[in-house]
């Protein structure tokens, strides 16, 4: 039969979810992160392994997941119930071997082309691979029904309790098998509480209980049952009794739970009821699961800006200690003072400087067209001194980002050893960056000068000399107006570096090409430090996805939860 629009409406929606649970990770190391990475697992297997086959047949056979405890008998049980040893039992435990599902030979055609627990290979034979699914068919089990041995719940191996989870989750209907001596183990119990939440269907088996506590332990388990609102699940109580020579359990012991299963199987409105239950239960059980994940990815979300606005912080200050080295003076210190004093003159020129800039003038164009000055020592001094800050900066920049990360542990879960410095080819980049700034002053004198009478004469004399002169400027205050301290500190080189382009261009001139060349130093070196700090921001990256990701999740959440009422799956719509 077609399935109503309703349905189609809620595969989509499981679909849409399926993708942001997907999309959504927990990379910070946070205490709702392993939790959450743990359900948001978990709800995603669902959805592939049940909800979205179980929504697509309707109709398709009842699967019945018999699960317990180590040593609980449920091979003997699912043997005892088709009438044949069709799992093993009895073997050491615990034991690696695929699960086995027991079906009637109409149904094998559904189990066996892997809808349900599409990530099981299925196999006709045995085997060790624990990511097989057996599938064994068995007349003597009534069409439309199946039941599948599942691994121990308490097993000491890993996969073997994840995969036993993985088909309890899979299951219409949840067979729990416990004994006498073990049915307040409390691992069973959990899984029990997990199962009622998702309103999965469950029976339960007390197995190997001696005839004179019958009563007792009954009564016990039953309270149990109550205190944990499972009241109303059927119980088998199975006594304590041999086996036969295949064995099997008698027909007396199982013979009434055969029964129960027996008339599930002919009655396909109640096999419709199980299935229409646990899967509306399975579907109102996401959405404060949901709640949690969302609230879990908010959280990632917040610590990724909050460790992202301390790398930011480390750099902006970066950034802030440069254009401070640019207007205090500190680089026309030493190297760059002395060749800047070679190559406009001597001292007594400096000295002179304020009363001669028509003789200046003179000299540097004389210097300029006659003979080569010694300008290229200057270009490297000044090369050297801001690649040094450079240097000096990002340092103290990735040191400050590493350790504010290193005072958080999300932080500190994302740091390894070469962050704490920067980049391996920082220093040629900021070799790269100066030079390339250097040539654009370079063009950029000789396009706005191209009609000055200095340049024409001196060509790239004129050029080199207007340049560095620019770029000296540029080591001074943003204003271009040397202060007492830039005058003390650069022993008179910023008047000179402000007279000689006054004497070439004129002031107003001076002011627009220190301006032009300092933003564009700082635009440069600010892509310099975004990069340096993307190495920060980038382990944080994940977290960071176009929609917030708790909204991605609450929208799928939302979406599901208005499919799942207006299919009204139990008849309710709520």
Avoid at 481 to 494: F, K, N, Q
């Amino acid at each position: 039969m077609e399935p109503p629009p309703a349905v189609g409406r809620l595969a989509t929606a499981l679909s849409r979810l399926r993708a942001a649970l997907g999309a959504v990770s927990y990379p910070l190391v946070l205490p709702s992160a392993e939790e959450a990475r743990r359900v948001g697992a978990a709800l995603h297997a669902q959805v592939d392994d049940y909800l979205l086959p179980r929504l697509a047949r309707l109709d398709a056979p009842l699967l019945v997941v018999v699960g317990g405890s180590t040593g609980a008998g449920k091979s003997t049980l699912v043997n005892s119930l088709v009438q044949a040893p069709v799992s093993s039992a009895g073997v050491l435990r615990p034991t690696t071997r695929s699960p086995v599902l027991v079906t009637h030979p109409d149904d094998v055609a559904w189990f066996g082309r892997g809808g349900l627990l599409p990530g099981l290979t299925r196999t006709g034979e045995p085997s060790t691979d624990p990511n097989a699914l057996q599938v064994v068919p068995a007349p003597t089990i009534g069409p439309g029904l199946a039941l599948l041995d599942a691994p121990d719940v308490d097993s000491v191996v890993d996969h073997n309790r994840k995969l036993a989870a993985q088909l309890l989750a899979a299951a219409d209907l949840w067979l729990f098998v416990t004994t006498a001596a073990r049915y307040a183990d409390a691992v069973p119990w959990e899984l029990l509480k997990t199962a009622r939440l998702r309103g999965t269907v469950i029976a339960l088996v007390l197995d190997r209980v001696p005839i004179d506590a019958a009563a007792e332990v009954s009564a016990h388990l039953g309270e149990m049952l109550t205190a944990h609102d499972l009241g109303a699940a059927p119980l088998f109580v199975l006594p304590e009794t041999d086996l036969d020579d295949r064995g099997l359990l008698p027909d007396a012991a199982v013979g009434p739970m055969r029964l129960w299963f027996a008339k599930l199987a002919v009655d396909a409105d109640a096999r419709s009821a199980v299935v229409r239950q646990t899967l509306d239960g399975a579907l109102g059980a996401f959405a404060p699961a949901l709640t949690g994940l969302a609230d879990a990815a908010d959280e990632q979300a917040r610590t990724a800006q909050h460790l992202d606005e301390r790398v930011d912080a480390a750099y902006r200050n970066a950034r802030r200690t440069t254009e401070e080295g640019l207007q205090d003076g500190r680089l026309l210190r030493g190297e760059v003072l002395a060749r800047w004093q070679e190559f406009i003159g001597t001292g007594e020129f400096l000295r002179s400087l304020e009363s001669r800039v028509g003789h200046l003038r003179d000299r540097l164009v004389a210097a300029i067209t006659g003979r080569p000055a010694p300008g290229r020592n200057l270009q490297i001094a000044m090369e050297s001194q801001l690649v040094t800050l450079l240097r000096g900066v990002t340092a103290d920049a990735a040191e400050q980002a590493y350790s504010a990360w290193q005072a958080h542990p999300a932080g500190a879960g994302l740091l390894i050893p070469d962050l704490q410095h920067p980049s391996a080819d920082l220093p040629q980049r900021a070799d790269r960056l100066v030079r390339d700034w250097q040539q654009w002053i370079l063009d950029l004198v000789r396009r706005e000068a191209a009609d000055k009478r200095v340049v024409a004469r001196g060509a790239a004399y004129a050029v080199n000399g207007v340049g560095l002169a620019v770029m000296i400027a540029v080591f001074t205050s943003t204003a271009f107006i040397p202060t007492g301290l830039e005058v003390a500190a650069g022993a008179g080189s910023a008047v000179a570096a402000q007279k000689v382009l006054e004497a070439v261009f004129g002031d107003q001139a001076i002011r627009t090409l220190a301006t032009r060349a300092r933003t564009e130093l700082l635009a440069r070196v600010d892509e310099l430090l975004q990069s340096e700090a993307a190495r920060y921001t980038e382990r944080t990256a994940a977290v960071r996805l176009e929609v917030e990701p708790g909204a991605l999740l609450r929208q799928a959440a939302a979406e599901v939860e208005e499919a799942r009422k207006e299919l009204a799956l139990t008849g309710s719509g709520s």
